[in-house]
């Protein structure tokens, strides 16, 4: 099992705490606020309130011996650098650090921690990617330049199969998944819409309106299967 320290329990490092448990990881919670770790503690296999820009406070919590230590300290500037500045000196193993202004993101870039986190930045690009096209939803970015997306299917692809399209060779995109949705009546007998998601897609089967494509490749290549 994982071990990951997540330091600073604002919504995003709460948030990121709750994640982690769910998905399997041994979290360990510290804020120095008393209320946000009552929080959270049920939650994480260990949560601890504590100043973390004070070595010996770190060291009582075994804090070298995580796997990976994320500092979500947002507001704080001079703390996050501080705390993790000192998980550097202590020789932890993995730091990711977030940065919310440009000088802290150069600061962070010179204390060479191993992930920068600049949800800002992540989150402006992700909105404009979304807004530059009506068949785009959620966007996902992988690499510089590089993308998953969710892509409502443009009206020229309706009833061809992916084989007729032939994304691949044509646009240089991967079909990763086939996202549709079924009608089904819920338990208050209403009808609604199930999600079905097939992500080992037939090259025969043809494609219906209102499906949408999950597809990976570079986004300038996403943006010409987009247009066909």
Not at 3 to 12: E, M, R, T, W
Not at 38 to 65: G, M, P, Q
Not at 100 to 115: A, F, G, P, R, S
Not at 196 to 213: A, G, R, Y
Request: with cysteine.
């Amino acid at each position: 099992m994982r071990s990951i320290a997540v330091i600073g329990l604002g919504k995003f490092g709460s948030t990121v705490a709750r994640e982690l448990t769910e998905r399997g990881a041994r979290v360990l919670a510290i804020d120095e606020v008393k209320e946000r770790v009552e929080e959270i503690k049920e939650s994480v296999a260990y949560a601890v309130t504590l100043n973390s820009t004070d070595r010996a406070a770190l060291e009582s919590v075994a804090i070298r011996d995580v796997d990976v230590a994320v500092v979500c300290i947002g507001e704080d500037v001079e703390a996050n650098l501080l705390t993790t500045l000192l998980l550097k000196k202590m020789g932890v193993k993995k730091i990711w650090a977030r940065a919310i202004t440009e000088l802290q993101l150069e600061i962070l870039k010179t204390i060479e921690v191993d992930d920068i986190i600049n949800l800002e930045e992540e989150m402006g690009k992700t909105i404009a990617q979304t807004l530059v096209s009506a068949s785009l939803g959620r966007y996902i970015p992988l690499a510089e330049g590089h993308s998953l997306a969710e892509i409502k299917i443009p009206d020229s692809y309706i009833g061809r199969t992916l084989r007729q399209i032939n994304p691949r060779e044509k646009y240089k995109v991967n079909i990763v998944a086939i996202k549709k949705f079924i009608p089904a009546i819920d338990d208050m007998g209403e009808r609604t819409l199930r999600e079905s998601i097939d992500n080992v897609p037939s090259s025969d089967e043809k494609l219906e309106e209102d499906t949408v494509l999950l597809v990976a490749g570079a986004d300038r290549d996403i943006e010409k299967f987009i247009k066909g």
